[in-house]
């Protein structure tokens, strides 16, 4: 069964469902191949990721409802698919650091050969219009204050800050909200 995509313009998000995130795991790239369709990049996932799909993929394996809110592979709609990056959300509505009830909280990375060229701020477009067709209209994104990237496209989309909090794994993070409104 091929994995939910959500098409964009020029890039498809994959849901990395959690047969994908065990064949990458367990370095079966022809497996991700067949299953996903698309190429992973010979040095991804690097021990940060590895520590994000294994938590994932048991994510999935508890609830296996989840898997639609959770990573999907940035993948560039090329001949050749590569994976550029990944974006998803902290999980389903409720799950997010300002414990909103009907929020969910983004997140994404694009690799550092494709950044600057867009591809995130079309992946999280997306997105959240995918979320936005299951009824969700209040999205949270938590960012480092140093990432001056990653705020700026938040901001961009329309993201507004209105907090922060200590994360144990990144540190310090400033929280953004966006509330409806088309992006």
Do not use: C, K
């Not at 050969?113 to 999280?124: D, F, L, P």
């Not at 209209?137 to 990653?150: E, L, M, R, W, Y």
């Amino acid at each position: 069964m091929r994995p939910e995509t959500i098409a964009a313009e020029r890039v498809d998000l994959v849901s990395l469902t959690e047969q994908i995130a065990g064949a990458i795991l367990e370095g079966r790239r022809s497996d991700v191949q067949a299953l996903g369709r698309f190429a992973l990049p010979e040095d991804w996932p690097d021990e940060h990721d590895r520590r994000f799909l294994a938590l994932r993929r048991r994510e999935m394996h508890a609830d296996p409802s989840r898997t639609p809110w959770l990573v999907r592979a940035v993948v560039l709609r090329s001949e050749e698919r590569p994976m550029i990056g990944h974006v998803g959300f902290h999980g389903p509505p409720g799950r997010n650091a300002r414990h909103e009830p009907r929020a969910v909280e983004v997140g994404y990375t694009v690799f550092p050969a494709y950044r600057g060229r867009g591809y995130a701020s079309e992946a999280v477009r997306a997105l959240l219009d995918w979320a936005r067709g299951q009824g969700i209209d209040h999205f949270v994104a938590s960012i480092a204050p140093g990432n001056a990237a990653s705020l700026a496209l938040a901001r961009r989309l329309g993201f507004r800050e209105v907090g922060r909090h200590w994360d144990e794994a990144d540190g310090e993070e400033l929280e953004l909200e966006l509330l409806s409104g088309a992006v």
